[in-house]
């Protein structure tokens, strides 16, 4: 006989068992969580104070732009749905779609005229705000010279936005999807500048909100569900880890601890990745140039095109990119990365000689500027401390000394480099071009009149100047095609630089995402991430 | 000793003020700033970025202004690391290298100091030999390759142990780095303890407590171990506060969020008040363990006062 | 040459028995009155009784054998081999040990001879160690024992600046001495030897404060014996044990600090290099290459191993309690 005390108790029991197992199915099946091998630490997580990858991967995806990329690194619409541009190409309106912060508070027009007024203040000293020059007004707002409300930006109504131009600019648009233009906050940062990104605090537009930030060790971003897609994101949660030792990301994405992991494949451990990782292993040409920088003021060797020619006749690329590197890196014989969106055409007029004519014509050219073994060409090459860059440099020089150039290899720490040749002290020096926006622009303009590779190196050509111009104003994109090419013609014709391989980029990417796609920009937005099927 | 003490504190204040003062002007003298990046900057920019951080001032008016907030207990914010204060950034950072060096001195105490001892007492035995083999290994491989190939074997290839980062001082997560660096911790203490025990067992007032009659046992810890510990206090005091504030090597092979890393990492990205800030946590750290290792002379050696 | 059973029975670690004659008697004769006397032991040379001694030591004599070896390959071998420091054998970047192409150990990434390479990196670590243990063990030693002896207010301070020596950025400090003296390898041996002293230093200080007390250093003060002499001939070769342990434990330590700082292009250039740049350069490939990493690491561990059975037959053979 089970007493009336049993009796309680079992249907105590039965409750308890009932309950539980209503509660087991309203808990969600496990998250989907990714883990980032990131390289390294954010110096910031504020838009528009960060320009390294490593930081644009995050705030990226904690605030959106008005133009967004897509999983193959096009650009689509973000925050606005769509735009008009005028037939001038001088004014741009911008119809905002009805979205929100991550407060609930709506996302209008004056957010956006905030944030490119607030990048473009000198305080802020954002390193990217050239880009942003083309505006009206721009260029004097960040010298100091006018107040941030002059900007040619306006909000004519809550999600209509009007920016005017001084000229028509044909990589305008690419410059909006650069995470320093997002919208921002005006109701959050208008009264608290410093410190406002803090975990769980921070209002963002984007696809996630931070959650966490623990300096050194991890920073997680949880899905935002007041982001206006939220509904067709699948990553729940993900992990951004600042592992700057590539050997070590290497071995917890062996683990399996990591699901992707970022420039964690250091080039001695190439060919074994490409042998044991498989599918994993993916890589994919970057817009990004790898090239030696010459100094031609007056008084340097190198001023004497003769000398530039033949240093560049001697130099076997495929042995730097085959041999050295052995990662898919295409041997350069131009300037701006080939896989650039409307890339210019064109290249150094000897890639057709084979290696004996071109080393025949470098020592004619050397002995005819007035070098020979009796009068060696002394030559400092100066490159910033990494494994791979010290290698270049070794097999550079070695392939030199056939024409009489005794090279002087000098290995600084980054600091130190990029002082040097800031300062035009240095003879040869080793420099990575990476495109900020999907444009040739940034290549080109760095050697124009102002830019910073033209105060480096000393290179100063009016008609290049000119044509670079031009070509930004062009709207038309063969045209501007064409203009590209006679510019970046000029500069290779005077062999302004040694130009030596497109990068590539090398990721590793766990078989279990799919929605990550290479694409030159190397942007791979989380929203497109999907758990592969098991 | 207590006044000594006090008096030892006290003096702290103007070393460290010399510090400050000399690491200020040997920060500023070397070549290229916390803006010299890959992006080489237009101008205008450039011009932007050295006002906001009062970078284009002159140097001794930046010093005033620097030492002005110090006295506040301002260290400001990193250079490099725009969102956190160089406080928050070594607040956080130091009680995980803390852990990990503490961990591995204790490591390297427990298993150097018998290691050295029996040594010594084994002179020249087997037990000797096979001791200071061991040891040497700690001293002949560096730990920038001792780690990665534990990170290697035991993380990747065997799976017994996670291949790196901190996971909140997880245990398993302890167990490589902490054993990576007492290795060579572990070889120095044994060789030093054994050279000083051979010293001491040598020495008359050994002789003197053995022809007194007492036992081997008595003669050897009562004895023997306190004078022996002289010379490896010495070089404990500075090695202590060199591990607990993180090895380079280890934090960044492990990925462990320690303050290590500020110490290189801050001098090569030229942030300069992240590095006053850690300059002064290890200065006052030295100060203080060189206090601490005096003190004990004092305690192991009757004989040693300092009171001249 | 052993002695298992019991430690310390009087015995020297040949077995020969100590000289009769009382405990302990101090390890130089009474300096002011060279020269035999009735019944006095003979006074012999300290570097003459240390050799005698450290000859009977067969490890040590073995040890040293091998580090004179090391250094001569070091010095002579690249002359002898058909490779040069760096020349580039197109052919063979990063391959084996082999016989054909002369590669006996085989190439690095760039296509290096691996031997010839090691031998001058050989040079290059061995002479810094060389030049900066000695540099931090003179002045180490001298400042500490000054400071230990002295005592009171002038040990404050003297300790007080190794204070500060301690804390400065060391990185700094390199920048600082390339800046003034440019790209020189010496200029590595001045930053190191300026950062090693002061364990030395601290160590001879900790030594010295203990000796200071004994009888025999109050005798010598009772007899007159002037402040100068008593430190160097009393308490220095007294406190030398740990301090030769020591410089077999800052030898590593300068190799692989000289290879840190040449890492960050702050130490050799090149195509210089040294055993802790290789053994660094090795690491990247010790799955791919394992050779690039073996060979260099042989070399230094034999060097160590060698430079520590030396250490510890030094320390017995200057050991005066061992007479």
Not at chain 1, 339 to 356: E, H, Q, V, Y
Not at chain 3, 89 to 110: I, K, M, S, V
Request: proline content about 6%; glycine content about 8%; some cysteine.
């Amino acid at each position: 006989m089970i007493s009336k005390h049993h009796k309680m108790m079992s249907r105590y029991l039965l409750a308890a068992l009932g309950g539980i197992a209503l509660g087991a199915m309203a808990v969600p099946a496990q998250a989907f969580t990714v883990d980032i091998a990131n390289g390294a630490e954010p110096g910031s997580l504020d838009p528009q104070k960060t320009s390294g990858v490593w930081e644009t991967r995050i705030t990226r995806a904690l605030f959106e732009r008005l133009v967004t990329y897509a999983a193959d690194g096009s650009l689509v619409p973000g925050l606005a749905e769509h735009w008009e541009i005028s037939d001038d190409g001088k004014q741009y309106t911008f119809h905002l779609r009805d979205a929100e912060w991550s407060d609930g508070e709506p996302i209008t027009a004056d957010d956006a005229v905030f944030a490119l007024r607030r990048v473009l203040e000198p305080a802020i000293a954002n390193q990217n705000a050239n880009l942003y020059y083309p505006i009206v007004n721009a260029r004097a707002i960040n010298a100091g010279e006018k107040s941030p409300d002059t900007l040619g930006v306006e909000a004519v109504d809550a999600h209509t936005l009007r920016i005017r131009l001084t000229q028509p600019t044909a990589w305008f648009l690419q410059a909006l999807a650069m995470t320093e233009a997002s919208p921002l906050p005006e109701h959050v940062l208008a009264n608290a500048d410093d410190g406002w990104i803090k975990p769980g605090d921070t209002v963002s537009s984007g696809v996630f909100t931070l959650s966490q930030w623990q300096p050194q060790s991890r920073i997680v971003v949880t899905r935002n569900p007041h982001y206006y897609d939220a509904d067709q994101v699948s990553v729940d949660e993900a992990v951004f880890y600042p592992i700057d030792d590539a050997n070590a990301a290497l071995n917890r994405f062996r683990t399996g601890e990591m699901d992707i992991a970022y420039s964690s494949v250091p080039s001695s451990r190439f060919a074994w990745a490409r042998e044991n990782l498989g599918d994993a292993l993916r890589v994919g040409p970057l817009t990004a140039e790898y090239f030696y920088m010459f100094n031609l003021h007056d008084g340097q060797p190198l001023a004497d095109r003769r000398v530039r020619e033949a240093l560049n006749l001697a130099v076997r690329r495929d042995v730097i990119t085959d041999q050295i590197l052995g990662q898919g890196q295409t041997p350069s014989f131009w300037y701006v990365p080939r896989n650039t969106a409307n890339a210019p055409r064109g290249d150094l007029d000897f890639a057709d000689m084979t290696m004996d004519e071109r080393m025949a014509r470098a020592k004619a050219l050397m002995q005819e500027a007035g070098y020979g073994p009796d009068h060696p060409l002394r030559l400092r090459l100066n490159y910033n401390t990494l494994e791979d860059h010290k290698k270049i440099a070794v097999a550079v020089a070695a392939m030199w000394k056939p024409l009489g150039v005794e090279v002087e290899l000098i290995n600084s720490e980054a600091a130190v480099h990029y002082a040097t040749i800031r300062e035009g002290n240095f003879e040869v020096a080793r420099y990575g071009m990476v495109a900020t926006i999907n444009d040739p622009f940034d290549f080109l303009n760095a050697y124009a009149d102002n830019g910073s590779a033209s105060q480096s190196s000393g290179y100063h050509d009016a008609d290049y100047d000119a044509l670079v111009a031009k070509s930004t104003r062009e709207l038309d994109p063969q045209k501007r095609r064409q203009l590209m090419t006679r510019a970046q013609q000029r500069l290779l014709d005077g062999y302004a630089l040694l130009p030596l391989y497109d990068y590539v980029s090398v990721h590793l990417v766990s078989p279990a995402i799919q929605g990550w796609e290479i694409n030159p920009m190397d942007v791979h937005p989380l929203r497109y991430l999907q758990e592969s099927e098991q | 000793m207590l006044i000594y003490t006090l008096k030892r504190l006290l003096q702290a204040i103007p070393t460290l003020l010399i510090v400050i003062t000399i690491s200020f002007f040997l920060m500023r003298v070397a070549p290229g700033g916390p803006f010299d990046g890959e992006r080489q900057l237009p101008p205008e920019i450039e011009a932007n970025l050295m006002a906001a951080y009062h970078l284009d001032e002159p140097l001794p008016m930046q010093y005033l202004r620097y030492m002005g907030n110090l006295l506040q207990g301002d260290f400001g914010p990193s250079f490099k690391y725009k969102d956190f204060s160089v406080t928050e950034l070594i607040m956080q950072g130091f009680p995980v290298s803390l852990e990990i060096g503490g961990l591995a001195i204790l490591l390297a105490l427990i298993v150097g100091l018998p290691l050295g001892i029996a040594a010594a007492l084994k002179r020249n035995s087997t037990v000797d030999y096979m001791v200071m083999g061991t040891a040497l290994t700690g001293i002949a491989v560096p730990n920038f390759v001792i780690a990665p190939i534990f990170a290697l074997v035991f993380g990747v290839l065997l799976g017994w142990l996670p291949a790196g980062g901190w996971n909140g001082g997880a245990l398993p997560n302890l167990v490589l780095p902490v054993v990576a660096l007492s290795i060579q911790q572990i070889a120095y203490i044994a060789r030093m303890m054994r050279a000083s025990m051979i010293e001491v067992l040598g020495s008359h007032f050994i002789r003197t407590a053995r022809a007194k009659g007492l036992n081997e046992g008595e003669v050897i810890w009562r004895h023997a171990i306190r004078p022996a510990l002289l010379p490896v206090m010495s070089y404990l005091g500075p090695a202590i506060a060199g591990i607990i504030t993180g090895s380079v090597v280890i934090e960044q092979i492990f990925g462990i969020p320690g303050i290590g890393r500020y110490f290189v990492q801050g001098a090569l990205n030229r942030d300069y008040t992240l590095v006053m800030g850690t300059v002064v946590f290890y200065g006052v750290l030295i100060v203080l363990m060189n206090l601490i290792v005096d003190l004990l002379y004092s305690a192991l050696d009757p004989q040693i006062r300092y009171d001249d | 040459m052993t002695s298992e059973s019991k430690p310390y029975s009087g015995k020297q670690p040949d077995g020969t028995p100590l000289p009769a004659g009382g405990p302990n008697p101090p390890r130089s004769p009474d300096p002011e009155t060279p020269g035999t006397k009735e019944g006095a032991p003979v006074g012999e040379s300290l570097a003459r009784d240390a050799w005698r001694r450290l000859s009977q030591n067969r490890a040590a004599m073995a040890s040293l054998g091998l580090l004179l070896a090391i250094i001569v390959v070091c010095i002579v071998g690249p002359w002898l081999l058909p490779w040069g420091l760096a020349e580039v054998d197109w052919n063979a970047f990063g391959t084996g040990p082999t016989l054909e192409g002369a590669h006996y150990l085989g190439t690095d990434a760039n296509g290096r001879d691996l031997l010839t390479r090691v031998l001058y990196g050989g040079r290059v670590s061995l002479s810094v160690a060389l030049v900066a243990s000695f540099v931090s063990l003179v002045i180490g030693v001298l400042y500490g024992a000054i400071s230990g002896y002295l005592g009171g207010r002038v040990d404050n301070y003297m300790m007080r600046f190794v204070d500060i020596m301690y804390s400065l950025p060391f990185m700094f400090l390199v920048i600082l001495l390339m800046v003034v003296f440019g790209r020189n390898i010496f200029l590595i041996y001045a930053a190191i030897g300026a950062v090693e002293w002061l364990d030395m230093a601290r160590i001879v200080r900790g030594q010295t404060l203990a000796l200071k007390r004994r009888e025999f250093i109050e005798a010598a003060h009772a007899l007159g014996v002037r402040d100068t002499k008593i430190v160097t001939r009393h308490l220095i070769p007294n406190a030398i044990g740990p301090v030769i342990i020591y410089v077999t434990l800052t030898v590593p330590k300068v190799i692989l600090l000289e290879s840190f700082l040449s890492f960050l292009g702050l130490g050799v250039q090149e195509p210089l290099t040294s055993w802790g740049v290789l053994i660094s350069e090795g690491v990247d490939m010790m799955e791919s290459a394992p050779w690039m990493l073996l060979v260099p690491s042989f070399f230094l561990a034999a060097t160590l191993f060698c430079l520590n059975f030396l250490g510890d037959g030094l320390r017995d053979a200057l050991d005066p309690r061992t007479r």
